[in-house]
């Protein structure tokens, strides 16, 4: 569905991403690993328009991507979670939840679909963003993002700042999302849980991808043992 090919990028002069390529098959959950600064959110941002490339291609169902502007690109339904949340604060979640599914046409139906899918969000659908926990504030993000009909779901470091039973509820709401049938590209830090729930995973270092390998795979090998999972799967 989702191809990178030979991707180049950069700010200001300096090099952030080389020769980058990957893949996202329809039905997949592909985890993006790496350090701070290994280039994986300019990589969200190059897919989704945000941030030009300066080589390379992306594409979309066989369509080529690269140079099509960020709202046209969410608008065919690659829809990016971006890390932070970004939520309208002193708005509703039922409004923050509306104003997700703008773009592709709301429906009475598909707010029904969320709301079943994150019933804390129907709960507290009157309240305004800014007063929920960090973790009902990145299930509303969830909720907003499904509002806008993904046909593939980008997600940036979503466990990034919370605690840890939190990250628990956020791994099983994406995979609650992934099993709705939508593929899911995931950039996240918490290399254990990303590699529990995908099928396949891509390393990043310093802005190349420097291993590819099913999520299994991955778990048991040395380098990413010692690098990702303190030593232990």
Do not use: W
């Amino acid at each position: 569905m989702l191809t990178v090919q030979e991707v180049e990028a950069g700010y200001a002069g300096s090099r952030v991403l080389t020769h980058v390529s990957l893949e996202l098959e329809e039905g997949e959950l592909v985890c993006l690993l790496g350090a701070n600064g290994a280039g994986k959110s300019t990589l969200l941002k190059v897919i989704t328009g945000l941030h030009r490339p300066t080589g390379g291609r992306v594409r979309f169902m066989g369509t080529d991507i690269t140079y099509i502007a960020a709202h046209r690109i969410a608008t065919i339904g690659i829809i990016m979670i971006p890390e932070g949340r970004r939520l309208f604060p002193f708005c509703t979640v039922l409004e923050n939840l509306e104003l997700g599914g703008y773009s592709r046409g709301m429906s009475q139906e598909l707010l029904e679909r969320v709301f079943g899918m994150f019933p804390r969000l129907e709960e507290r659908k009157k309240q305004l963003a800014s007063t929920l926990s960090g973790g009902e504030q990145q299930m509303l993000t969830f909720g907003r993002a499904m509002m806008a009909k993904p046909e593939v779901l980008l997600l940036d470091e979503p466990s990034l700042g919370l605690a840890p039973l939190l990250v628990k509820e956020i791994f099983s709401a994406i995979e609650k999302i992934h099993k709705s049938g939508v593929p899911v590209l995931l950039v996240e830090q918490n290399a254990a849980r990303s590699l529990a729930i995908s099928d396949r995973g891509y390393i990043m270092e310093t802005g190349r991808i420097v291993l590819e390998e099913t999520s299994v795979n991955l778990r048991n090998n040395a380098l990413v043992l010692k690098a990702y999972l303190g030593g232990e799967v």
